[in-house]
Every structure is written in structure tokens, then in C-alpha cells.
């Protein structure tokens, strides 16, 4: 299994296991919304918390699955598919708390902001480091990022692939708290069973009401965004980018 389960109290962990960076293959992203579907409609669990085993929360999408795929029509469909499962995220009726520690990077950082809420460890590192590959991101990246650091922060943070730290995520408002990394899943646990302590139908209604507060061109911009992710798979650059990151080594763009 890439996700394993685990029920505590009224609070549901799921942990993605993919050593040894959590990569997030297609199956552990369909794994992953088979465990949304199972428990939206289980009254026994009112809080999710999503986390990682091992060293990282997640380092991004599988780079080397993308080798697999044909022509803007595949890339396409791929970024669709990843922003209609974290659409699922963000509109579900449960709070979904992210658990940081190591690095959610690329795809892993685009699946950590589709969460409710996010924990990171101090010296975790968050970014989109996709334009290292000559690509961009395609799971909601271009529209996500710059609700939570606005958009002057998301330019630099996405044109130049750096990352930051858990300390200064916390300050831009990417994440809620951040912690030392052994107390990080303890606060975590402590902040699901606060709000499981809460009744059901009334967080249902929260969970319903503050995603009407998002940017009403936020759908207009996913669509822009998995198109312009099918195009850039057809420059040179990025096939250049994908095989010099499986042959590690610094690629060599040609800006075609």
C-alpha cells in the first residue's frame, strides 16, 4: 500500500510510504482519493491528518514517470488529474491537516496547500523547484501558491525553484505553525482532536462556507494551467530538464 491508515480517536492519520522521497506516483494519488472516498461518509472520523514516512512529507511528483507519457495530450491530463483530486481536498467536508517535516517539494508542496491546514517542521523545506526541470508546475502550484504568499513571494519562489524554510512558511501565512520536527507530530495530533472534539454537522458547515472566499477565477486559472503544462512538455527543454534530473546532472537549457 503507498498510503497506509490509521484511525485514532475520531481522527483518521493516513501516511504516504513511497521510500525513499514519498514520490507521488498516479497510484498513490489514486490511493489517496480511494481513502477520501472511503471515509467522507463515516460519521466515526471527523479530522484527517496526512503525513509522511521516513525523511520527507513528499519531494514531489514521480519525475521518472513522466518519461512514460506522450505529447501535450498525456501532460495534459495528467496536471487535470491531479488538480481535480486536490480540488477534492479543498472542498472536502472533513479538515485535512498536512504534517511537514523534511521537504514537500513540486507536487508535494501542491498536495501540502490543498490541505485545510498545514504543520511544517522548522527546518523543513517548501518549494516549487519544477523550473530547475525546464517545466512548470501543473497541480495548482500557479494558483495556490500565491494565495498564501501573495504574489510577489510566488513569482521569486517559482521563477527561481528555491525553496524556503518551515520557520519562514509559517511567517507568510504557507503554514499555520511551525514546530521542532520531534514535537511537530504530537501538536499535530493534539490540533485534530481539538477539533474533532467539535460537532460533526457544524464542521461540515465550516468546511462547506470558507471556500467561497476563493478567488472566483481560480477554476479559469487551473484550466490555463494544465494547458500551458501539456505545452511546455513539447520544448526541448524540458526533456532535457527530466533526463538530466534521472542522470543527475545540471541540465543544459537552450531556451527551445
Given at each position: 500500500?503507498?498510503?497506509?491508515?490509521?484511525?485514532?480517536?475520531?481522527?483518521?492519520?493516513?501516511?504516504?510510504?513511497?521510500?525513499?522521497?514519498?514520490?507521488?506516483?498516479?497510484?498513490?494519488?489514486?490511493?489517496?482519493?480511494?481513502?477520501?472516498?472511503?471515509?467522507?461518509?463515516?460519521?466515526?472520523?471527523?479530522?484527517?491528518?496526512?503525513?509522511?514516512?521516513?525523511?520527507?512529507?513528499?519531494?514531489?511528483?514521480?519525475?521518472?514517470?513522466?518519461?512514460?507519457?506522450?505529447?501535450?495530450?498525456?501532460?495534459?491530463?495528467?496536471?487535470?488529474?491531479?488538480?481535480?483530486?486536490?480540488?477534492?481536498?479543498?472542498?472536502?467536508?472533513?479538515?485535512?491537516?498536512?504534517?511537514?517535516?523534511?521537504?514537500?517539494?513540486?507536487?508535494?508542496?501542491?498536495?501540502?496547500?490543498?490541505?485545510?491546514?498545514?504543520?511544517?517542521?522548522?527546518?523543513?523545506?517548501?518549494?516549487?523547484?519544477?523550473?530547475?526541470?525546464?517545466?512548470?508546475?501543473?497541480?495548482?502550484?500557479?494558483?495556490?501558491?500565491?494565495?498564501?504568499?501573495?504574489?510577489?513571494?510566488?513569482?521569486?519562489?517559482?521563477?527561481?525553484?528555491?525553496?524556503?524554510?518551515?520557520?519562514?512558511?509559517?511567517?507568510?501565512?504557507?503554514?499555520?505553525?511551525?514546530?521542532?520536527?520531534?514535537?511537530?507530530?504530537?501538536?499535530?495530533?493534539?490540533?485534530?482532536?481539538?477539533?474533532?472534539?467539535?460537532?460533526?454537522?457544524?464542521?461540515?458547515?465550516?468546511?462547506?462556507?470558507?471556500?467561497?472566499?476563493?478567488?472566483?477565477?481560480?477554476?479559469?486559472?487551473?484550466?490555463?494551467?494544465?494547458?500551458?503544462?501539456?505545452?511546455?512538455?513539447?520544448?526541448?527543454?524540458?526533456?532535457?530538464?527530466?533526463?538530466?534530473?534521472?542522470?543527475?546532472?545540471?541540465p543544459v537549457f537552450k531556451d527551445e
Open positions: 500500500m503507498s498510503i497506509t491508515f490509521k484511525q485514532v480517536g475520531k481522527a483518521a492519520e493516513l501516511t504516504i510510504t513511497s521510500p525513499p522521497a514519498n514520490a507521488l506516483s498516479r497510484a498513490i494519488l489514486h490511493d489517496l482519493a480511494d481513502h477520501l472516498d472511503r471515509m467522507e461518509n463515516d460519521s466515526s472520523i471527523k479530522t484527517i491528518i496526512l503525513k509522511g514516512e521516513g525523511k520527507f512529507f513528499s519531494a514531489g511528483a514521480d519525475i521518472k514517470e513522466f518519461t512514460s507519457l506522450q505529447g501535450h495530450s498525456d501532460y495534459r491530463s495528467l496536471a487535470a488529474e491531479g488538480q481535480q483530486l486536490f480540488e477534492k481536498i479543498e472542498h472536502y467536508t472533513k479538515p485535512v491537516i498536512a504534517v511537514i517535516h523534511g521537504a514537500a517539494l513540486g507536487g508535494g508542496l501542491e498536495l501540502a496547500m490543498a490541505c485545510h491546514i498545514r504543520l511544517v517542521s522548522e527546518n523543513a523545506k517548501l518549494g516549487l523547484p519544477e523550473i530547475t526541470l525546464g517545466i512548470i508546475p501543473g497541480f495548482a502550484g500557479t494558483q495556490r501558491l500565491p494565495q498564501y504568499v501573495g504574489s510577489a513571494k510566488a513569482y521569486e519562489m517559482i521563477l527561481t525553484g528555491e525553496p524556503i524554510n518551515g520557520t519562514e512558511a509559517a511567517v507568510l501565512g504557507l503554514a499555520n505553525a511551525a514546530y521542532r520536527e520531534d514535537e511537530l507530530f504530537v501538536k499535530a495530533e493534539e490540533l485534530a482532536m481539538k477539533i474533532a472534539e467539535k460537532s460533526g454537522p457544524t464542521i461540515k458547515k465550516v468546511m462547506h462556507l470558507i471556500p467561497y472566499a476563493r478567488n472566483s477565477r481560480f477554476s479559469e486559472g487551473l484550466s490555463a494551467e494544465a494547458e500551458a503544462f501539456g505545452e511546455i512538455f513539447g520544448n526541448q527543454d524540458a526533456k532535457e530538464g527530466i533526463q538530466a534530473f534521472i542522470d543527475k546532472r545540471k
